[in-house]
């Protein structure tokens, strides 16, 4: 099967077409045809070799969630059939880019793995897993009474689309800060101010919580108050905000429950998500160049039978 492997640290250009015999599902894994494959900032980082986690050495195949059709299933696996459409993910860092969703087909744990409900359309079914678990599971770690206060970062992103999306229907007050030129996307979900990637944090009213989607670090710390909460999407920010304030990093967990109730939150428009660019699989270089020059209205996706 064709994937794409990064084969030395580097830009873009170090992605580059491959051949990797076709994976035999194991115990507890199914053997999904890939439709669709989502560009993360994670796949960039990996392939530039600047994680904040200890780099996964080449040659490795990137990405992590995904939107097919099942092919076979390994044993055990009973809820799971050909040609059964599912939405899912690997968790990559476990998987030390032995596997990643820059493929043809992919053998996937169960636990990763949901059914993909009738109308909703493989693309954007696969902007969904990474994004909407880390903004759920995020939202969980901060732990706010309702009608809190939170402002989080790359509001127009995945990641944070989808934080300021669930934090408001749990009834907070979300502030968003997004990029320059797409501040209607966040007002469109509903955070009741929009702030330009480069306002001065200082001056706004001191927030109760931080959901550091991109993140900024201690610029965004500098706007919660003496005793908040700060979550954020990478380690590799050390510094210490003080002032009391609890600051914690975090790496998703498999929740195949909570994953399919996202997914049908979408199916159903009670969550909304967005597609920026669709490629074949043999331009995710290019994918990595539009990620990379930012700007983007959505998500872009790799389709290995396009």
Same mark, same amino acid.
């Given at each position: 099967?064709?994937?794409?492997?990064?084969?030395?640290?580097?830009?873009?250009? #170090?992605?580059?077409?491959?051949?990797?015999? =076709?994976?035999?599902?194991? !115990? *507890?894994?199914?053997?999904? %045809? $890939? @439709? +669709?494959?989502?560009?993360?900032?994670?796949?960039?980082?990996?392939?530039?070799?600047?994680?904040?986690?200890?780099?996964?050495?080449?040659?490795?195949?990137?990405?992590?969630?995904?939107?097919?059709?099942?092919?076979?299933?390994?044993?055990?696996?009973?809820?799971?059939?050909?040609?059964?459409? #599912?939405?899912?993910?690997?968790?990559?860092? =476990?998987?030390?880019?032995? !596997? *990643?969703?820059?493929?043809? %087909? $992919? @053998? +996937?744990?169960?636990?990763?793995?949901?059914?993909?409900?009738?109308?909703?359309?493989?693309?954007?079914?696969?902007?969904?897993?990474?994004?909407?678990?880390?903004?759920?599971?995020?939202?969980?770690?901060?732990?706010?009474?309702?009608?809190?206060?939170?402002?989080?970062?790359?509001?127009?992103?995945?990641?944070?689309?989808?934080?300021?999306?669930?934090?408001?229907?749990?009834?907070?007050?979300?502030?968003?800060?997004?990029?320059?030129?797409?501040?209607?996307?966040?007002?469109?979900?509903?955070?009741?101010?929009?702030?330009?990637?480069?306002?001065?944090?200082?001056?706004?009213?001191?927030?109760?919580?931080?959901?550091?989607?991109?993140?900024?670090?201690?610029?965004?710390?500098?706007?919660?108050?003496?005793?908040?909460?700060?979550?954020?999407?990478?380690?590799?920010?050390?510094?210490?905000?003080?002032?009391?304030?609890?600051?914690?990093?975090?790496?998703?967990?498999?929740?195949?429950?909570?994953?399919?109730?996202?997914?049908?939150?979408?199916?159903?428009?009670?969550?909304?998500?967005?597609?920026?660019?669709?490629?074949?699989?043999?331009?995710?270089?290019?994918?990595?160049?539009?990620?990379?020059?930012?700007?983007?209205?959505?998500?872009?996706?790799?389709?290995?039978?396009?």
């Amino acid at each position: 099967m064709r994937v794409i492997e990064v084969r030395g640290f580097g830009g873009p250009e #170090v992605l580059q077409v491959a051949q990797r015999p =076709d994976p035999r599902p194991r !115990a *507890g894994e199914a053997l999904v %045809r $890939i @439709a +669709a494959a989502n560009i993360n900032p994670t796949d960039l980082s990996a392939r530039s070799g600047r994680f904040a986690r200890e780099p996964v050495e080449p040659p490795f195949v990137p990405g992590w969630d995904f939107a097919g059709e099942v092919l076979a299933v390994g044993a055990r696996v009973t809820e799971l059939a050909p040609g059964d459409r #599912v939405v899912g993910m690997l968790h990559w860092y =476990d998987l030390k880019g032995a !596997a *990643g969703a820059y493929a043809e %087909r $992919i @053998a +996937a744990p169960l636990e990763w793995l949901v059914p993909l409900p009738d109308g909703l359309d493989e693309v954007t079914a696969a902007t969904i897993p990474l994004n909407a678990l880390t903004a759920d599971q995020g939202l969980e770690l901060l732990a706010l009474e309702s009608a809190s206060t939170i402002l989080v970062t790359g509001a127009s992103g995945g990641v944070g689309s989808f934080a300021v999306q669930l934090a408001v229907r749990a009834g907070h007050r979300v502030i968003a800060l997004a990029g320059r030129g797409d501040e209607a996307w966040p007002a469109a979900l509903r955070a009741v101010e929009v702030l330009p990637r480069d306002a001065d944090l200082s001056k706004i009213d001191a927030v109760d919580a931080l959901f550091d989607a991109v993140p900024i670090g201690e610029r965004a710390a500098g706007a919660v108050r003496d005793g908040g909460r700060i979550v954020t999407v990478r380690g590799s920010d050390t510094f210490e905000p003080g002032r009391g304030i609890s600051k914690q990093a975090f790496l998703i967990h498999p929740d195949r429950r909570r994953l399919r109730e996202l997914v049908e939150d979408i199916a159903a428009r009670r969550l909304r998500t967005r597609v920026s660019h669709t490629l074949p699989l043999e331009q995710a270089s290019g994918g990595h160049h539009l990620v990379e020059q930012g700007g983007l209205r959505g998500k872009v996706l790799l389709l290995p039978w396009l």
